[in-house]
């Protein structure tokens, strides 16, 4: 069975360094045997590809893309936490936040990204409890946010 390492390098991704908190608080706290991932915008390279409210600035499509990059950033997170992606047990919860436009009410589809991919590199630990929320306005105008906490052994 592959590794989640293996997993990522198959699905043609690779983990981006761990991005610095944009305020004041750490990526990851260890607490027993969960790790709890802070919030996690799309960076990529250290920018957001897209700024704005999805159902008015930002697609649907595209928003859910951006939930997957929130979620390869929170891996690259509890890999530098934890060392090896095979210590991870679960993924327990992932809370999705959505920056809407006020009649968009497509919230769970877009953190489908993020936990569809935490089941392809995950597989069955990857299935999750989860919230899908809308919000008025994310950090830096962020149209996504995604939150997790994994059990690690």
């Known amino acids: 069975m592959a590794t989640p390492e293996e997993r990522i390098a198959e699905l043609g991704l ?4 761990v991005v610095p908190p944009v305020a004041s608080y750490v990526p ?10 802070s919030g996690q915008l799309p ?8 700024t704005g409210k999805v159902g008015a ?15 390869l950033n929170g891996i690259a997170a509890v890999r530098a ?24 009410t497509g919230h769970p589809g877009v953190i489908n990204g993020a936990s569809d991919l935490l089941g392809q590199i995950f597989g069955e630990a990857g299935v999750h409890a989860r919230a899908a929320v809308g919000v ?17 052994r």
Request: hydrophobic share 50%; net charge negative; with cysteine.
């Open 14 to 17: 690779t983990l981006p360094e």
């Open 136 to 152: 008025a306005a994310l950090p830096l105008d962020s149209p996504v946010e995604v939150d997790m906490i994994v059990e690690v």
């Open 57 to 71: 600035e930002v697609d649907a499509r595209t928003a859910q893309e951006l939930a997957a990059v929130c979620v």
């Open 81 to 104: 936490e934890i060392g090896d992606l095979s210590k991870v047990v679960r993924v327990v919860k992932v809370g999705g936040f959505v920056a809407s436009a006020p009649d968009f």
């Open 43 to 50: 960076f990529v390279d250290g920018k957001l590809p897209a």
């Open 28 to 37: 990851t706290v260890l607490s027993g045997d969960h790790v709890y991932v």
